[in-house]
């Protein structure tokens, strides 16, 4: 089965501040990863994923993640935080073996930018 | 991109009575769609599974008696919440794969049942 592991369930930043959000994940099979934004009251949109190739994946509004085979990772990273990032963030894992593989999230982070 | 829209996006009901949830593919066929629920500050937990002309098939603990789902066409799947009660108030949200490594999701509908 798969799982994912998101540490620190609210991450605090200053405005301008490097952002840094935490995903383990536990996969039998090669992974496929991804990153969601959920602001209040809606759904869910995709930051960025990885599937396969290169595992520096960039994605919208200047967050990237490193896809860490040995350490079992996928962390979040944004250079300069700004005021709109504030949201709830999720991790996902899927396996992808078949058409009904669904998502597996973590439990999310709550990041909040200070001004 | 491939979008579903959902609705309501918001609905009020009183207890004892059902609600029924839309989400459509709008521009792909969804062969599946994964219905998930979300309580406050928590994250999505996996429902059901549905495909297009067959039983949906329930998470361990989802009562399939309560959450009836529907997915009749390739670009529309059904939730139905019946006989619904105040612990049924959650946020709801369908997705859908999209190609081999894709999934989109619906914009969520928030149950409050009164």
């Known amino acids: 089965a798969q799982s994912v592991t998101q540490l620190g369930s609210h991450v605090s930043v200053s405005e301008g501040a490097l952002v840094l959000l935490r995903c383990n994940y536990s996969?039998?099979?090669?992974?496929?990863l991804f990153w969601y934004v959920q602001y209040p009251n809606q759904g869910l949109q995709l930051l960025l994923k990885?599937?396969?190739?290169?595992?520096l994946v960039k994605g919208i509004n200047g967050f990237e993640a490193e896809f860490k085979k040995s350490e079992t990772s996928f962390h979040l990273t944004k250079p300069s935080a700004h005021m709109s990032d504030a949201a709830e963030y999720f991790c996902?894992?899927?396996?992808?073996?078949?058409?009904?593989?669904?998502?597996?999230f973590g439990k999310g982070t709550r990041l909040s930018v200070i001004a | 991109g491939a979008v579903v829209s959902q609705h309501p996006s918001w609905v009020i009901c009183k207890s004892g009575t059902s609600v029924k949830i839309e989400c459509r593919s709008l521009?792909?066929?969804?062969?599946?769609m994964f219905w998930y629920r979300q309580f406050p500050k928590q994250s999505l937990m996996l429902m059901a599974t549905?495909?297009?002309?067959?039983?949906?098939?329930?998470e361990q603990g989802v009562e399939k008696d309560k959450f009836l789902i529907n997915h009749a066409s390739l670009t529309l799947s059904t939730l139905t919440v019946t006989s619904a009660h105040p612990e049924d108030s959650s946020f709801y949200i369908c997705?859908?794969?999209?190609?081999?490594?894709?999934?989109?999701f619906g914009s969520g509908t928030r149950l409050t049942v009164v």
């Open positions: 996902a894992v899927s396996d992808q073996t078949s058409g009904n593989t669904p998502l597996v």
């Open positions: 549905s495909n297009e002309g067959s039983k949906a098939t329930y």
């Open positions: 521009d792909f066929q969804a062969t599946t």
């Open positions: 997705s859908a794969r999209t190609g081999i490594y894709g999934y989109t």
């Open positions: 996969s039998s099979v090669p992974p496929y």
């Open positions: 990885y599937t396969t190739g290169a595992t």
